[in-house]
């Protein structure tokens, strides 16, 4: 099989470069480790009401000890979203001995952008230039005026609904009209201006569109909040909603499913990668070819098959594939009760919550033990049954008392930039193989005093603002959860201005190998701590059209 | 097969059936499904806890049944203790066989002691929360109960709560996180 460029990956990355490369006339194909899961065709549980699972969406907790050790830890993991997760008795991983790191991972056709949060933030040059800024890490070999107008591209295609608030550490961006805020946040977001101008509190810029795009085939949100499940009117951005059915249209896009990539194909003599070899849904070893390839399944299994490839990694010339991989720091910084509001409530599923977005370490340096950045997400709801769950009582009057809706709360979720560290990083465990032979990949990782020193201020502020708010605090925390936690796992195949001490240069183009781009969260040199995925998109799409130049000029 | 009426009592019927095919392994073909032992307790138990007001009791729509379900596969951290036995030990071999008063003064009792921290009771907060998640999410107590909407259409972030408003079991967030 002959292409004009291979993509490894169907996800949210995957997707994007498959888009643009067939919609500029590339033969393109892309393969994808996992099943095929069709639009609208196989989302099995989208309809299903609680009491049409064995488990009332609970799920078999035994089943789940024995195949799901690691995926039942995510918040999204249910028994309706189980489908959207791999299983870990068949997809080992190993971590090094005081590693703790939750990988969590969808094998599918859509990959994770039918599970992910959909939260969608554009980085700032407080963030590409961390680095140089800092000192940690190696500088980005790009700022924002290089990814802005690209970040246009994406939003306006995807779908994204926020509101614009003119912040210079989150810029605006093309959006849809935002969702609005509840009674409680409408209050929190005032008194918390009042007080600390530079702290805003805004609806989550959430790719689950409030205006439909009739001509693509999505219908707006519904505002059931069950997205994970997959949504059959397309309402939030997943591969199937919107790049698989552009790409699909050009006619140029081939798509295999149960295709394992093991290794990408070298010549010395060119220095050109030749295509991949994948293992099919037969166990037979396939190879394809093609002229230019983009890795695309996710940042650590983009790292596994290019230190598979070659003794010592493929496009590792600069020693530092596997390395300075990152997630961000996660912990429930403040949760709250919110009195006064109980003559108030509200209808329907907001599929977001709030932000609030970094506020310190911009012009002034004033994290207190830090360089970067802390942000939240949370919201405010209301109780319903499940208080029931802390409350003593049985009989006529705790029913009464659980028909009802419940006090206002408010919870507060830190998000801590992650340092770029070089003893974080993802090796190959060759006496350790998975159910294709391949070796298993191993984590080595762990957070240093600067990201627990964020999660500390962004406790203590969180604290201070909800009090501030009228809330009365009855929890909050400073220790970062397990790494994988926040599921922003990235790096191993940083991009840099230098060679000698990266793996891909400002067009996500690995330095050694003139026609092998890496898009996905492989290629980030830093985190920030915003959600990563609109980014990756961004330079998937950046990556895509530098590419296309370059074969036509014929450079590469 | 019963003959089933509508629509509804059919899925109720077919829910059913599949919680008894789970509950019950099935033995070698033609053998009889054996009750669970505990079933009785369990469903009186879980109508103690939810009783019937004007929408019936936990125990008449099946969650005795899915309490035990849970408990053998060890939802709610349960692994490790039988749960059911030690509920009919801790309220006695005649629990069942007491008038209505002393079961209802026996189980507030118990509940009481759980809240207050007694570790000999402490049991008793995972069956707890596995009756409320049987019936919160049973369809009698997830929309007629309390009320559900599966396909909302429009969030309305500011609405007046009035006195005697039902909660919502499709409030996902508050589920996770109320």
Known sequence: ?556 | MPKIESPMARREFMAGMALLMAVAPVAAAGAKLVPNPYQPLLREVAQLVIPRSTTPGAGEVGVGAFVLLALDHGLEGTKGLDHAAWLKSTLGAGFLAQPLAKRQAALAALDARAFAGDAAAKPWLAIKRLILLGYYTSETGGSKELQYVHVPGRWDPDLPLKPGDRAFSSDWSAVDFG
């Open chain 1, 1 to 556: 099989m002959d292409f004009d460029a291979i993509v490894v990956g169907s996800g949210i990355t995957g997707g994007w470069a498959a888009k643009e490369l067939t919609e500029a006339g590339l033969k393109v194909l892309m393969i994808e480790r996992g099943r095929e899961i069709r639009h609208q065709q196989d989302y099995t549980t989208e309809m299903k009401m609680p009491w049409d699972m064995p488990f009332r969406g609970h799920g078999d907790s035994d089943l789940y000890d024995r195949d799901y050790a690691v995926q039942r830890l995510n918040r999204h993991f249910t028994e309706f979203t189980q489908p959207h997760f791999v299983n870990d008795a068949q997809n080992p991983y190993q971590t090094g001995e005081d590693t703790r790191f939750t990988w969590f991972r969808s094998y599918q056709l859509g990959g994770r952008s039918l599970a992910w949060g959909r939260q969608c933030y554009r980085w700032s040059d407080y963030d590409f230039g961390a680095n140089a800024r800092d000192g940690h890490g190696t500088d980005w070999p790009i700022r924002y005026a290089d990814v802005a107008l690209w970040y246009d591209k994406v939003e306006s295609f995807i779908g994204v609904s926020g509101a614009k608030e003119g912040l210079k550490q989150l810029p605006d961006g093309q959006f849809q009209p935002p969702m609005g805020l509840n009674a409680v946040e409408t209050h929190v977001r005032a008194e918390i201006a009042k007080r600390w101008p530079e702290r805003c509190l805004t609806v989550g810029r959430t790719a689950n569109m409030t205006e439909g795009k009739p001509d693509e085939g999505r219908a707006p949100c519904q505002y059931r909040s069950l997205c994970a499940r997959g949504c059959s009117y397309g309402a939030y951005f997943s591969t199937q909603s919107s790049t698989l059915p552009a790409a699909m249209k050009t006619g140029n896009l081939t798509v295999i499913t149960d295709a394992v990539v093991e290794a990408l194909d070298y010549d010395p003599a060119t220095k050109r990668v030749t295509g991949v070899r994948y293992i099919d849904a037969q166990k037979q070893c396939q190879t394809a070819r093609a002229r230019i390839v983009f890795l695309n399944a996710g940042a650590f299994n983009s790292v596994h098959i290019l230190l598979n490839s070659a003794p010592g990694g493929l496009a590792n010339s600069s020693g530092t594939l596997g390395t300075h991989i990152m997630d961000h720091a996660n912990t429930l910084s403040a949760a709250a009760l919110m009195p006064g509001f109980e003559t108030h409530t509200s209808f329907g599923n907001r599929p977001t919550g709030v932000v609030i977005p970094r506020y310190r370490n911009m012009d002034q340096m004033d994290g207190i033990g830090h360089t970067r950045g802390f942000s939240f997400q949370g919201g405010a709801l209301q109780s319903t049954w499940t208080q029931g769950n802390r409350m003593a009582g049985i009989g006529a009057d705790y029913k009464e008392k659980l028909r009802h809706p419940g006090p206002w709360r408010m919870v507060l979720v830190g998000f801590a930039d992650c340092v770029p560290r070089a003893t974080n990083r993802l090796t190959l465990d060759r006496n350790k193989t998975d159910a294709n032979g391949l070796p298993q990949l191993k984590v080595d990782f762990a957070f240093g005093k600067e990201e627990h020193a964020a999660l500390a201020q962004a406790k203590a502020e969180a604290a201070e603002m909800l009090t501030a708010a009228g809330g009365k605090v009855i929890m909050g925390f400073d220790q970062p959860g397990p790494g994988g936690t926040a599921i922003h796992e990235m790096g191993g195949a940083r991009m840099g201005y230098d060679p000698k001490t990266s793996v891909l240069n400002q067009w996500s183009q690995s330095h050694d190998i003139a026609n092998l781009f890496v898009t996905d969260g492989a290629q980030m040199s830093s985190s920030a701590c915003q959600n990563p995925s609109l980014t990756y998109m961004a330079l998937t799409a950046r990556a895509a059209h530098a590419a296309v130049g370059m074969l036509r000029e014929g450079r590469i």
